[in-house]
């Protein structure tokens, strides 16, 4: 380890507060997973973490690793980045994280990295020069189209699965779609580990990078990266954070079965285009949005859209409030870890 830019045991402490960021990415995040199979009463809350937790590990056998890619080399350029800025990225990404889950606010995990990531390496660097313009262009463009997305896609399925079952009695439709809600929520827990999962891998190769053990030419991070990221976000689904569950399941809008269903499979679509694609999007935005499309393409006034409002604005501030955070941390981390 003589190779090591910093000392063994700091990089051991950052792996693991970029694991506990992935556990804290589930444990906040489960409400994205679980909150509409919860409210329509398909599965019990405890049977529900775990089945979104094998789905989300499960996405290591499904997805490549674009994402991983894209937060590892295309946010911040790697061979600017220390191991400073990366403790100031988690430790403002995890702080924003805590205070949303406490409030019961859906924000973004996604987001608070990325934003810590930005706010740690503009301090970090003394500007901007470290930034890839074009990968923060395409995260910030995705804040508007993943929810839009997602809402178009809800609200369509909705429409269409009307019009199919529009014969069927509420009896026997709500039989149909009970069952089928624990395929579209497996497909939305598989798009959420793919997309999720794969952010702290991005932070943990350029932690690897800064310590001289890894260059920023290899194809994909080691296979230990991508098993301890995969097993930590599903860890953290399993613990749920049932305050944002409440949020997300019960007072957007009111769910049915079919409501659900289509809700996860628009979320779950959406996800599956982004990862496929590189680009690491909110799975709280996407969700959210189909579950709005879903309330109003019944009827308008059934979306209570002045929460729908306020946690807009909890998005709008997200990557700003971490970026802060991540800044004040970086001060902090620099007396320290280079004490």
């Given amino acids: 380890m003589d190779s090591l830019q910093f000392g063994f045991g700091v990089l051991v402490f950052l792996v693991a507060l970029a694991l506990a960021f992935d556990f804290m990415n589930g444990f906040h995040d489960a409400a994205n997973s679980i909150a509409t199979i919860v409210s329509t009463g398909v599965l019990k809350p405890h049977h529900a973490v775990l089945w979104a937790a094998t789905f989300n590990m499960l996405a290591f056998f499904v997805f490549g690793l674009h994402v991983a890619a894209t937060v590892g080399k295309g946010i911040v350029d790697p061979g600017a980045i220390d191991h400073v800025v990366i403790f ?136 230990w990266v991508i098993v301890s990221c995969y097993l930590a976000i599903g860890f953290g689904t399993m613990f749920g954070g049932w305050r944002i569950v409440k949020t997300m399941g019960q007072k957007i809008t009111k769910l049915k079965p079919v409501g659900g269903f289509c809700a996860e499979t628009g979320g779950a679509i959406t996800l599956f285009v982004a990862s496929g694609f590189g680009i690491p999007v909110s799975t709280t935005h996407t969700i959210t949005g189909a579950i709005v499309g879903v309330g109003s393409s019944q009827k308008f006034s059934a979306v209570r859209w002045g929460l729908a409002g306020s946690i807009v604005w909890a998005w709008v501030f997200t990557i700003p409030a971490s970026a802060a955070m991540a800044a004040l941390a970086w001060w902090f981390g620099s007396a320290v870890l280079r004490g």
């Fill in 88 to 223: 100031g990225a988690l430790v403002g990404a995890l702080a924003w994280n805590i205070i949303t889950w406490w409030f019961g606010i859906p924000s973004s995990s996604s987001h608070a990295l990325i934003g810590g990531l930005i706010g740690a390496a503009i301090v970090g660097t003394g500007g901007t020069d470290a930034l890839v313009a074009s990968g923060i262009l395409k995260v910030a463009l995705f804040i508007i189209v993943s929810p839009v997305l997602g809402f178009l896609l809800g609200g369509l399925l909705m429409v269409a699965t009307s019009w199919t079952f529009f014969k069927s009695t509420p009896r026997g439709t709500d039989h149909w779609f009970r069952r089928l809600q624990l395929v579209s929520s497996a497909l939305y827990s598989l798009g959420h580990g793919s997309n999720d999962a794969q952010k702290s891998m991005g932070v943990i190769c350029l932690l690897l990078i800064a310590a001289g053990i890894s260059s920023a030419g290899e194809a994909r991070p080691p296979v």
